[in-house]
């Protein structure tokens, strides 16, 4: 019981960080009714979910918490830019922009625009991006037509809402990657895969070759 209402209601309503909250309440209560060890027993209990709170009640206008991630959009210093500010998903960068015009992105974004825009010479094309992050891929980009594919459904107003401050460019699609490019009729020019949980990990799922094989399959 504990378990399938923590996954299915507790985590997919209100975050992560409220699951764990909860379990560390439940559990240092439990500690306080069965401790033998008096009072430092009890005071470590009552610590730890003292901790557990401290960590994971952050202000909502700073850190928005969902069933998938924790993201955060905060100001950044970067010489020569416009008022930049970064786009964090699981403590970890995933996006950056400024206000400058045109707006600066992220140096993978410029480089991944010059391979669709001046390598390959793409125009009127349709491009498939697994992995939201911030949206800005499309940003300002008229040229082609761009298609987001991610598993959390609130990525987007957060990223409208504080990141891009704008509505995003494209259309956004909510399903796992592989079970997309597994699944879907359409064909895209180009693929962009761009999935991490954070910055040091990717979806086990998303690295096998079958996966490869049917992300090609997609073009």
């Not at 923590?6 to 309440?25: D, E, F, R, Y």
């Not at 800005?136 to 008229?142: M, N, Q, V, Y």
């Not at 079970?179 to 990990?201: E, G």
């Amino acid at each position: 019981l504990g378990s399938v209402s923590l996954s299915l209601l507790v985590m997919q309503w209100l975050g992560v960080s409220a699951a764990v909250v909860i379990c560390a309440v439940l559990l240092v209560l439990g500690s306080l009714f069965l401790a033998e060890g008096g009072w430092r027993l009890r005071g470590a209990a009552v610590l730890a979910g003292v901790a557990a709170l401290a960590i994971n009640l952050r202000p909502e206008a700073e850190v928005v918490d969902t069933a998938y991630a924790d993201y955060a959009v905060t100001a950044v210093t970067l010489p020569g830019h416009k008022a930049p500010r970064a786009f964090f998903v699981n403590n970890s960068l995933a996006s950056l922009m400024d206000d400058s015009e045109p707006p600066r992105y992220a140096r993978y974004v410029g480089h991944l625009r010059h391979i669709l825009l001046d390598e390959l010479a793409f125009r009127g094309r349709d491009i498939l991006v697994l992995g939201a992050g911030g949206f800005t891929l499309s940003h300002r980009e008229p040229a082609n037509r761009y298609t987001y594919v991610d598993i959390d459904p609130k990525i987007r107003g957060i990223a409208e809402a504080r990141f891009l401050k704008e509505p995003i460019r494209g259309e956004f699609i909510v399903d796992d990657a592989r079970r997309f490019v597994k699944t879907t009729d359409r064909r895209f020019d180009a693929v962009v895969v761009d999935v991490y949980s954070s910055h040091t990990s990717i979806p086990s799922h998303l690295v096998t070759r079958e996966f490869w094989q049917d992300a090609r399959r997609a073009l």
